[in-house]
């Protein structure tokens, strides 16, 4: 199965924004191999993502799927991972 996969940071193994997959992983399974290959650990070590970053499945945020990182991927679902900027002066 393909998921697509778009982040404002590098994650390994992730070429031509997409990613194979084996199964029907669930959002949260993905989001911590994803996090596994990355520089950047959104994943936290209670399973939850990091505050700092924004994760959208098709367009909506995650939490406010119904099954939240419960929920099952599809082919071509659409993923994004983003680092959120933080502001100050």
Same mark, same amino acid.
């Given at each position: ?26 959002? $949260? ?8 290959? *990355? ?5 936290? *070590? ?12 098709? $367009? ?28 100050? $002066?």
């Amino acid at each position: 199965m393909r998921i697509n996969v778009k982040a404002n940071f590098r994650i390994t193994g992730i070429e031509a924004d997409h990613l194979e997959i084996k199964g029907h992983p669930t959002l $949260g399974e993905v989001l911590v191999d994803l996090a596994k290959r *990355s520089e950047f650990p959104f994943v936290l *070590s209670d399973g939850k993502i990091d505050p700092e970053v924004e994760v959208l499945l098709n $367009g909506l945020e995650y939490p406010f799927l119904p099954k939240r990182l419960d929920t099952p991927l599809n082919e071509g679902d659409n993923v994004e991972i983003m680092i959120l900027a933080l502001g100050g $002066g």
